[in-house]
């Protein structure tokens, strides 16, 4: 007679050897039966996930600098995990993202919201949540906003007059992230954070946003935590994860915000009331079922998060080389002088967007400031790259760090020099085809003119305004070369930029 014990040996037993048996035939197949098996890349790579969860999570961000290593190695394109190709070619990035663009549903989980038309993997679907949300952001509307942003500005330098009387020390990066936050909330829901009234410009809010964008790989592998997550009482997300907590009271608000719109109950007829993104997605050809609270939220969330982190991220890269670059901030103060004799008299925005050595300075610290997420896009026939013949229904990802740092595009790529801009127009060479930080093609940031406005009106008034001088001894080296979190996190964004201030003569 078996005993009971021994039978459920034998079945664990037995479990345990299927198991090890699937395993070993799935490495199998991927390695050399798949049809990316004839694809070059490191065998490890193409038999599991685990080495990309192993180098984006367990070493905090450093895959992007992986996939590096595997392109000195292996060449142009590689198979960076058993279902995906990578490609380097700063010339190819325009034919792989041009055209109707379907995303790889498991790369998007990353997000957190998975109704977003960010995340939103099809592009018949993409087109139509898309085409909702473009006249809000249209160029038109962004010179319109033109009084929110600069009210927001004189707010933020008010606060820095302050601590250039007292000789504070203040964390710019942090100042200008409750500047964006303030802004994009005012714009889009009507509803101005108040950020910049924090003592500390909320620097709770910039902590969560980062480790929103640190954790999206962890996301992306273990997509199914987020709802479990969701459902445990507060006090213990709290102490779990600080960050997520503020980020789920910040969705609650806004879903009260979106309810009584949703239900035709807000009342727009009062002199105070402003139409917000919310209605205009009411408002819109959208089907039913698309105008739902949650969809609206997830919406909302990333808009805002983007909207915020990589603007003001961009900003205080910027600041930080025009103090270490002298002779690049006397160029563009002359050049502003003479275009604006007196601070107090900005001229419109589309004018500060016309002055060449502004735009080629901001063109350049964005430029510094880069995507380090690869953005896969799924092929739909096909396609052919170089000798490689990449089959239908693979997911092909290019990363736009590689193309911004690419030395045969930006000689010197490390090197913060504007003039490089300028002596490529006069050439009759477009270096800004090549500046795909915003992407490209259909799915390029929907945010492009908003984030270009604040960012030309910032740093406008900050060097008209202000001398700022570095509070604690920092490097180049500080810019560069950090982890992907979305953005490029380098050192410099996570000890801040510590600047003490002083009105500009």
């Known amino acids: 007679m078996i005993r009971p014990e021994a039978s459920i040996i034998h079945l664990v037993v037995a479990a345990a050897a299927a198991t090890a048996l699937y395993a070993f035939g799935l490495v199998i197949w991927r390695l050399y039966f798949s049809p990316l098996a004839r694809f070059p890349g490191p065998k490890i790579a193409a038999a599991t996930l685990w080495y990309e969860f192993y180098w984006d999570v367990v070493k905090k961000g450093q895959w992007v600098w992986e996939i590096d290593r595997m392109h000195r190695q292996y060449g142009p394109i590689v198979r960076i995990n058993p279902y995906e190709l990578h490609i380097v070619d700063s010339d190819f990035y325009d034919e792989l993202y041009s055209g109707k663009q379907v995303k790889y549903s498991w790369w998007t989980k990353l997000a957190g919201s998975d109704r977003s038309t960010f995340a939103t993997v099809s592009s018949e679907d993409h087109r139509r949540r898309r085409g909702a949300l473009n006249p809000f952001f249209s160029k038109r509307s962004i010179t319109g906003l033109e009084p929110v942003i600069r009210e927001k500005i004189a707010k933020l330098c008010r606060r820095l007059d302050r601590f250039a009387e007292t000789g504070e020390v203040v964390r710019l990066d942090v100042a200008l992230m409750a500047t964006t936050i303030d ?83 807000d009342d727009m007829n009062s002199s105070k009331s402003r139409k917000t993104i919310f209605h205009t997605l009411r408002d819109s050809d959208l089907p039913a079922h698309e105008k739902t609270v949650e969809r609206f939220v997830d919406e909302a969330a990333t808009f805002t998060v983007a909207g915020s982190e990589s603007t003001a991220q961009a900003t205080a890269k910027i600041m930080f080389f025009l103090k270490y670059y002298p002779g690049v901030l006397v160029k563009l103060r002359q050049e502003l002088k003479s275009a604006i004799p007196h601070a107090s008299q900005m001229i419109p925005t589309v004018e500060l967007q016309q002055l060449p050595y502004l735009t080629a300075v901001i063109h350049e610290g964005l430029r510094l400031s880069p995507i380090t997420i690869r953005l896969p896009r799924v092929v739909q026939g096909p396609t052919q ?77 900050l060097v008209m305004r202000y001398d700022w001088k570095f509070a604690r001894d920092y490097s180049l080296s500080d810019a560069y070369d950090g982890r992907d979190a979305f953005v490029m996190h380098a050192k410099l964004d996570d000890i801040g930029l510590h600047v003490t201030m002083q009105q500009a003569n």
């Open 183 to 265: 802004i994009i909330c005012d714009f889009g829901f009507a509803a101005d954070r108040k950020y910049l009234d924090e003592p500390d410009f909320k620097l709770e809010w910039k902590d969560t946003v980062s480790g929103v964008c640190e954790t999206g790989a962890m996301a992306r592998h273990f997509s199914w935590l987020l709802a479990p997550m969701k459902l445990l009482p507060r006090f213990i997300i709290d102490v779990i994860d600080p960050g997520f907590g503020v980020l789920l009271r910040w969705h609650e608000v806004t879903r009260k915000q979106i309810r009584p719109i949703l239900a035709y109950e």
């Open 385 to 461: 790259y170089k000798e490689w013949l990449i089959p239908p229904g693979t997911p092909v990802s290019e990363t736009p760090y590689f193309v911004l740092m690419d030395p045969e595009i930006f000689p010197d790529p490390r090197l913060f020099r504007p003039e490089r801009w300028l002596e490529a127009a006069d050439r009759g060479i477009r270096l800004d085809k090549y500046l795909v930080l915003f992407g490209k093609g259909s799915r390029q940031c929907a945010g492009i003119n908003l984030a270009r406005a604040e960012i030309f009106e910032l740093v406008s008034m």
